[in-house]
């Protein structure tokens, strides 16, 4: 079981967009293989800190959902614009003992 953190920084007061950008597209994603999606927020972190937290089997399922095309064309409007709201950010792959 792999554990994928994908962490953003999103600009100054613009993380309530993001997640709801995250959770508009979510509803879109597959979910077959996907054991666990979470949507985190900062409370003692760096400010406009949200993660997006998968569960899966195996690493082949995370990343052909993301290199999935075309993707969902909603998930893809739902998802419009979050480059522009976004700082930075990084992924951790974590390998669950």
């Known amino acids: 079981m792999f554990v994928i953190r994908d962490v953003f920084t999103a600009k100054a007061g613009k993380g309530k967009e993001l997640v709801?950008?995250?959770?508009?597209?979510?509803?879109?994603?597959?979910?077959?293989?996907?054991?666990?999606?979470?949507?985190?927020?900062?409370?003692?972190?760096?400010?406009w800190t949200i993660v997006m937290e998968t569960e899966v089997e195996k690493l082949d399922t995370y990343f052909s959902m993301l290199n999935t095309r075309p993707s969902n064309p909603k998930a893809e409007e739902a998802m419009k614009g979050y480059a522009d709201i976004v700082e930075g950010g990084y992924r951790e792959i974590l390998h669950v003992e």
């Open 20 to 47: 709801s950008k995250f959770k508009g597209a979510a509803e879109f994603m597959p979910n077959e293989g996907i054991h666990a999606r979470r949507i985190l927020t900062d409370t003692v972190a760096n400010y």
